[in-house]
């Protein structure tokens, strides 16, 4: 086994298994910790001027699609470690960071209906997020479900999409395209023909294109 996966590769080094899970707990608490910095920091951003400087960085290409990537994970080490420590700070905070952010994105969408004058009753709001529907975790099938619940609390109409077609951008009503993938969001720059669209970037800053 060690043969095959070292040919013409950088050699693997092994590990027990015992070892390797605090490898992988390391790598995930860092991952969500950076996370979840930018996530509460691009909370507080109010004005168009920082938030033109802070578009320009690396991070707006973080999509919702990327901020629930080992969520799962995440959740599984809460169960995996006993008492309040500060590995359970990090964990709790780390899982409050994406649920505040889903508020934002939420808040953000709400925000944008007001700003432009539009009716709920003539609104529809499009979730374009490619998934594979048959992942193992489905902690991102999970959320999609969970924000198109929570939308209809304020939009009647919500719909989910795996990519941009005709209902997508030939509708009767104003349509906001949530796009929650750095893919998705290709799509429907390279798709999109109708003029009655706003589209919502599903990154830190909630970067909304009309």
Known sequence: MADLLTTGKKEKKFVAISSSEHF?????????????S???????????????DLSSDDFQEIFLDNMISGLFDLKSLGSSFESANTLMYLINGSVKGI????????DEIRATLKKNDLK?????????????QHEMRGDKIEMLQNLTSRLRDYIGDVEAYEHPNSDLFHSDKTTIIVACSKIDFEN??????????IVIKANPLCEIIQ
Do not use: M, P
Not at 24 to 36: D, E, G, K, T
């Open 24 to 36: 992988h707990a390391i790598n995930v608490l860092s991952r969500f910790a950076s996370l979840s």
């Open 38 to 52: 930018i996530l509460e920091v691009c909370r507080y951003v109010q004005d168009d001027i920082t938030k033109n």
């Open 99 to 106: 649920d505040g952010y889903i508020k934002k994105l939420i």
């Open 120 to 132: 709920a009753s003539r609104t529809k709001i499009a979730l374009s997020w490619t998934l594979d």
């Open 188 to 197: 429907i720059e390279k798709n999109k023909q109708d003029t009655n669209i």
